[in-house]
């Protein structure tokens, strides 16, 4: 999706700015973080050049680069509707906005650090099971100024950045891979984008809680 469709997904959502809002939600477009490194969450129609040879995913310190943007959506095979917010223990579906390709990863070894290789994968936001990652964070939700770790739900590596830079064509592009333990390079926060405005559903948890 290009920019200007962006755009327009913005407005006919009924999105609000990203500032009112505590929890992150189903069908919100966000960019995500890397705090330990500073580097947000990138992906583009480069391939990688060994293992699997699909669309590589880097972390990049720019802030206004179109192609960090990922839509929420539920697990595989499943519809999370928009405005649902995302529960800590949750399995989501990061979806590459600009290539329609999954955040993925599987058992093939990344170019840099060795470790398991993510990738994007699929067509038009579909791909397979290898697509699903678990959100884990602290509280009942995922919330906006919290940061998180994604646990690849198939493999159980945690989504990662240890600082291996990339020379041409992706000069200066972080390599982002997965990695078996926890640590602070596993760290993510959702940072700009267009959040959805949360369902009823929390609406009513919160008023079941007051009573």
């Excluded at 949750?90 to 093939?108: E, K, Y």
């Excluded at 919330?143 to 064509?169: A, I």
């Amino acid at each position: 999706m290009a920019v200007v469709s962006l755009l327009l997904f913005a407005t006919l959502c009924s999105a609000v700015g990203a500032s009112n809002l505590a929890v992150v939600t189903c069908g919100s477009v966000v960019k995500l973080l890397n705090t330990r490194h500073n580097v947000r969450l990138h992906s583009h129609d480069v391939r990688y050049g060994s293992g699997s040879g699909q669309q590589s995913v880097t972390g990049v310190t720019s802030v206004d680069d179109s192609n960090s943007y990922w839509r929420i959506r539920g697990k595989t095979s499943t519809v999370c509707e928009r405005g649902t917010p995302i529960r800590c223990g949750q399995p989501i579906r990061l979806t590459h906005v600009n290539t329609g390709r999954n955040l993925h990863s599987h058992h093939f070894i990344s170019p840099l650090s060795r470790n398991q290789e993510v990738s994007a994968f699929g067509e038009e936001g579909e791909g397979d099971y290898l697509d699903d990652w678990t959100v884990l964070c602290n509280g009942p939700y995922w919330v906006r100024d919290g940061e998180v770790r994604f646990k690849h739900s198939s493999t159980e590596v945690l989504l990662s950045v240890t600082g291996e830079q990339y020379g041409r064509p992706i000069s200066g592009q972080k390599e982002v891979h997965g990695m078996a333990q926890p640590s602070q390079n596993n760290y993510w926060k959702a940072m700009e984008g267009i959040f959805m405005k949360p369902s009823e559903l929390l609406k009513v948890e919160a008023h079941h809680a007051e009573l």
